[in-house]
């Protein structure tokens, strides 16, 4: 799920083997990083890896996008964060960034520091003023 959603949003191939991408997510991001999953009908149809400060991986399906899985997600990760969120998206992937863009993210940097080397955007959400008084 994870490999074939990236690989549809940035247009090429993954650059790591299968085995270096489980290392990652079960020694290296679990480490560092809340990870949940949504299952819909026994299927993983989307993840994401967050902590109080950052969301580092968000994934859905290719066949699950759209339907409000990542929106459910991203708003675990608001709702447990320390006031304020950030995150990087590849500049090629518009989709993402019209969706964090809707979801109240803001554009605080761009840089290419991937493995990818693919220009990436930086983002930034606040919890809304009205939010922190209430």
Not at 40 to 68: T, W
Not at 84 to 102: C, D, G, P, Q
Request: charged share 30%; proline share 1%; aromatic share 10%.
């Amino acid at each position: 799920m994870w490999r074939e959603s990236k690989e549809r949003a940035i247009g090429q191939k993954e650059i790591h083997d299968l085995d270096s991408h489980l290392y990652f997510l079960n020694h290296i991001l679990a480490d560092r990083f809340h990870i949940e999953l949504a299952i819909v009908d026994g299927k993983v149809a989307g993840m994401i890896a967050y902590n109080e400060r950052e969301v580092n991986q968000l994934y859905i399906h290719v066949d699950y996008q759209g339907m409000g899985i990542g929106q459910s997600l991203l708003e675990k990760a608001k709702v447990l964060c320390s006031g304020r969120l950030t995150l990087s998206t590849f500049e090629v992937n518009e989709k993402a960034r019209r969706f964090y863009e809707r979801n109240g993210f803001e554009v605080i940097g761009g840089g290419c520091e991937n493995e990818e080397n693919l220009p990436d955007i930086q983002y930034e959400w606040t919890v809304p003023q009205h939010d922190k008084d209430t």
